[in-house]
């Protein structure tokens, strides 16, 4: 039986074709999505526990305090108003769709740490820790990398452990959107409008977690970026 012909095969043959597809693929990532990024109206809208701890780790001079921003994988559009991107790491696949993402959070102006839970997940979190403790934020996708949607995982618990940073929940909400077919409905915002962004109080984890302190955090952290999705909904409304 002959072997069904496939495009991405022709690409892994030639190491230069696929360098190509890879660069007009993260073009085409970067421009169109800054294009719109510059129209968006944000509004941004903080719990009193949380301002101080992000006065410090989005200043202009050196960040003071880090901190881990929680976000949903269907909400990283939100990460584009999160200033100075270069103060902000972000942990990106080292797959080779992975390596599209890369590239494009590269041109946006953020840091990145490469691995998965698939692909080198061990190089991935090395890196991560290394960036907060040379003074970087860092972006978790609570429910990545393939869900359950909305569902907080184990492993930012774990980060926070291992890195000694606060967490705070973060939740992006666009009015008009085009929500994606894909596990995590990506929120793809429209020309134009309005968003708004909510920030949870910050997180702090106790020294010597034992895993039922652990499971009690994870369930704080799910149940903060819940109530913080819900309160995105009605504040869009009013925006």
């Known amino acids: 039986m002959a072997k069904l012909f496939r495009l991405r095969d022709l690409f892994m043959r030639f190491p230069a074709l696929d360098g190509l597809r890879l660069g007009l693929l993260s073009w085409i990532s970067t421009h169109p999505a ?18 101080d701890y992000l006065k410090k780790a989005l200043s202009n001079g050196e960040t003071e305090s880090p901190v881990i921003f929680a976000l949903y994988h269907g909400r990283m559009v939100g990460l584009m108003g999160l200033k100075p991107r270069k103060k902000v790491t972000i ?4 797959s080779r769709d992975g390596e599209i993402i890369a590239r494009a959070c590269t041109n946006f102006g953020f840091s990145l740490a490469r691995g998965s839970n698939k692909y080198r997940a061990f190089q991935g979190g ?39 940073l606060p967490i705070i929940p973060f939740v992006a909400r666009a009015r008009t959107t085009y929500w994606m077919w894909s596990w995590d409905r990506f929120m793809a915002p429209l020309w134009g409008t309005p968003i708004v962004y ?16 652990r499971e009690r955090l994870r369930q704080q952290v799910d149940s903060a970026m819940t109530d913080l999705r819900e309160r995105a909904d009605q504040a869009i409304a009013l925006v």
């Open 126 to 164: 090395r890196e991560l820790i290394e960036s907060a403790r040379s003074g970087q934020n860092l972006a978790f996708t609570v429910d990545g990398p393939r869900g359950p949607r909305h569902v907080v995982k184990p492993e930012i618990i774990r980060l926070a452990e291992v890195t000694g």
């Open 198 to 213: 909510l920030f949870g109080d910050p997180i702090l984890l106790p020294p010597a977690l034992d895993d039922e302190t």
């Open 91 to 94: 942990l990106v696949s080292q």
């Open 34 to 51: 800054q294009f719109f990024t510059e129209t968006y109206r944000i509004t941004k809208i903080y719990s009193p526990a949380s301002q």
